[in-house]
């Protein structure tokens, strides 16, 4: 049987995607383990080419997060999408005990989805800039302020650690099955991949 940290996400009603995950210690900060868990984060998140990952997604309960937007990503979106959901290169970074700060009152709701929420999305607002500090990992600097996506990305994932799913948040009328047409073209031979 497969031991965290895993090589796929957790899916919703793992009861790890709803516990207050643990600070990182003092002494555990650089040991191997946190950099074992943190390189399969990476690893992770670069294979399922999805923009963050907290580590309860992988099965560990510990306050550890990554994201990305790498370059290239952009091409899968229509310019019009790119620019009206504010979305920004955003090169790898790595925080161990984020702290989330709002720095910007401002609000922008798009649709958003979630790798443990396997083939579905759905509207939910978020704020447009915040600041995030905490132990940086692999270059990252211990405070970056995000606006657009990027901050939205850093909400849905400090959301992670504290037990948050972003259906808790969601405009609930707008959820919806990612694959809605697809299944009614093949007539419902469709299916919902949590393996890549
Ligand atoms: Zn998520």
Known sequence: MSVPPYRHFTQIGDPVLRQKAEEVSPEEIDSLEIDLIIDRMVKVLRHYDCVG????QIGIPKRIIVM???????EQF???IYEERKMSTLPLAVFVN?????????????PEGCMSVRGYSAQVERYDKVRVRGVGKLGTPSEMDLEGWSARIAQHEVDHLNGTIYVDRMDISTFNCNSWE???AAEGRSAIWFHK
């Open 182 to 184: 697809q299944i009614n």
């Open 53 to 56: 990952v907290a580590a309860p």
């Open 68 to 74: 990305e937007f790498r370059e290239g990503k952009q």
């Open 78 to 80: 229509k310019p019009e």
């Open 98 to 110: 984020p702290e989330l700060e709002i720095i910007s009152s401002q609000l922008n709701k798009h």
